[in-house]
């Protein structure tokens, strides 16, 4: 990705931080509308620890980072549109000379300054993982946040959910669709005893054992080793994939620094916005997993053409 001159402060209309499928995709809206918008980015996308990408239109288990190359070059043919490769460290609502609009000055780690009309920020989130041997460096391949993404690949097999919140109990009924699934409690002991009935009686397994670590080769998952206890050595129950709902937080404060009202998801805050996808902060758009309860590449990619649109059409007929 070529790095844009940054000797002087770059001028756009828009600004898009993150460049994955809600910013490229709100990058696209205002290429198109002939508008001069930048898209920075980090390039880190949330899936990228996935070797497939699944369920979005026409792209069904085609590599996630192939996917956004093709997006971006698709994108760079449209002559208003610039890149830059980098962190957005710091944003700044300024007053524009001559304008009752604010403006945005943003700082980029290296200290390089832009500014622009408009921001949209489709920066993404970062995932919370628990603290289990043998999890991190098994997630996006056999630890898994989403059965519809990755839950076919798995169907048949023996399946296992994390218990993580009250709602786990649920999310194991949901997992039972795929596989003959077990929820391993890792030792909590919050799970209802009408839950846990519920459960049983539907087939499930319950596991109340502390997890020892995830076994099998490389990225695959052979099983889970509970720890021992006093009445027994330890077990390992086979298992071919685990799910787990990891905690989501903003991969950047950026929001927070802006000023921006967030709402509480299931999975951590969400940035909330209008239905044109602008945020609390006049001028300032957000599209992605950021404002999403439900994260999916397709309903992010959805998001940033509308926060594409609604910008572009701040721009034409003011906030
Ligand atoms: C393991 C895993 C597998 C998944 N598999 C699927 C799947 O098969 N199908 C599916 O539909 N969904 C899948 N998802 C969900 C999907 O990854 C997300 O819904 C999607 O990536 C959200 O897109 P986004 O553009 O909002 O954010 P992201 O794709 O996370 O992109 C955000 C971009 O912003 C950049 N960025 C962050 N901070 C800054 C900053 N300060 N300055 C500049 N740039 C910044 C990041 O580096 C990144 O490039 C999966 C998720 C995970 C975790």
Known sequence: ????????????????????????SA??????????????????????????????????????LAMIEQARRKLAAYPTVGFV??????????????????????VLEDGATME???????????DGLPEIAGLRERWGASVLHCPYCHG?????QRLGVLYHSPQSGMHAQLIADWGPTTLFLNGDTTLESAERERLLALGMTI????????????????????????SGDARVVPLGALYVAATARPASPLAEQLGCA???GPMGPCIRTDA??????????????????????????AEGVLAGVGAHQALVFGP
Do not use: W
């Open 116 to 126: 622009a009309h408009k921001l949209v920020l489709a920066f993404g989130v970062q």
């Open 276 to 301: 044109n996808k602008m945020t609390t902060v006049p001028g300032v758009y957000a599209a992605g997993d950021l404002t999403l309860m439900r994260h999916n590449a397709t309903l992010a990619s």
């Open 262 to 264: 967030f709402d509480d």
């Open 27 to 64: 990058a696209m809206q205002l290429a198109r509308a002939r508008r001069r918008v930048c898209v920075v980015n980090a390039g880190q996308p949330r899936n990228r620890f996935a070797a497939a990408s699944h369920g979005f239109f026409g792209q069904d288990g085609e590599p996630p």
């Open 85 to 106: 490769q980098g962190t957005v460290v710091s944003v700044t609502a300024q007053q524009r000379a001559g304008s009752p609009e604010n403006g945005f000055e943003v």
């Open 152 to 156: 076919y690949e798995f169907a048949g």
């Open 207 to 230: 596991e109340p054992a502390p997890i020892a670590a995830l076994e099998g080769p490389g990225q695959a998952l052979q099983g889970v080793r509970l720890q021992a206890t006093g």
């Open 1 to 24: 990705m070529a790095r844009a001159a940054m000797t002087t402060t770059q001028a756009y209309e828009v600004i898009v931080i993150g460049g994955s499928f809600a910013g490229l």
